[in-house]
């Protein structure tokens, strides 16, 4: 911590932006901000915070004091909100997920050739939207932090988990037994985070590169429901 910091915490702390906003409040008459209020907006800026220091660096590579500063608070008042860099981390995988369940959510409802090239407008749509999410999620799925690898391996086996009880209610699909259905589910999982990690190294927004990506995608996924069609499930 700088020197400044270190001997004077209560500058910084009357410069974090909850007391900024409080003392702003005061002097306009406008209500006061409840404390609940002021540490959900600190706890989102740590969040957003940390996938900014990760533009350019994994997750092992930031710091808890980095993390606090771009906050605008001490790094003793970190722990008010997260129990550790980990947890914090933990949390960035789970909100950065629920992006992507909501739009497999979305597409897995009527799974069919006709449905590819729509979810595929879906996703683009949500990984240019959310990139810093999904990059961290991209970079971090094999990375150092055995606690984020954990975190995120559990989010796909649910995501697959979830896929596999829908595809047991499609018509055709009723007969087939919980490993061939999981078996799909998990091509179409895979699949779609591959063209995740595919999108964010295309070269920007509406390129070629982006384009040859979906359009890959979109013969993947076809042939996936395609060769589900014609699957025999009683014949090993």
């Known amino acids: ?29 406008a209500e006061p901000e409840s404390r609940a209020a002021r540490k959900e907006r600190t706890r ?28 605008g608070i001490v790094p003793t008042a970190f722990y008010r909100h997260f129990a550790s860099i980990e947890e914090l981390g933990v949390v960035l995988v789970e909100e ?11 597409a897995r409802r009527t799974p069919s050739t006709k449905s ?45 988990s979830e896929l596999t009880v829908d595809l047991s209610r499609i018509d055709g699909l009723q007969t087939w037994d919980h490993d061939d259905l999981e078996m799909a589910a998990d091509l179409i999982v895979s699949t779609m985070f591959a063209v995740v990690v595919d999108l964010l190294e295309a070269d920007r927004p509406g390129s070629r590169s982006e384009a040859e990506v979906v359009a890959r995608a979109e013969r993947q996924l076809r042939l996936i429901m395609l060769g589900m069609s014609g699957w025999n499930p009683g014949k090993k």
């Open 116 to 160: 590819a090239g729509a979810s595929l407008d879906i996703l683009v749509r949500q990984v240019r939207t959310h990139e810093a999410q999904f990059r961290f999620l991209s970079r971090e799925r094999y990375g150092g932090v055995p606690e984020i690898r954990r975190a995120i391996a559990t989010e796909m086996t649910l995501f697959v």
């Open 1 to 29: 911590m700088p020197d400044d910091e270190r001997e004077h915490p209560e500058v910084v702390a009357a410069l974090s932006p909850a007391n900024t906003l409080t003392a702003v409040s005061q002097s306009t008459g």
């Open 44 to 71: 989102k800026a740590l969040l957003d915070g940390t996938l900014e220091l990760m533009a350019d660096r994994s997750f092992a590579g930031v710091s808890l004091r980095e993390i606090a500063r771009t906050a």
């Open 96 to 106: 950065g997920m629920r992006i992507l369940r909501q739009m497999l959510r979305d």
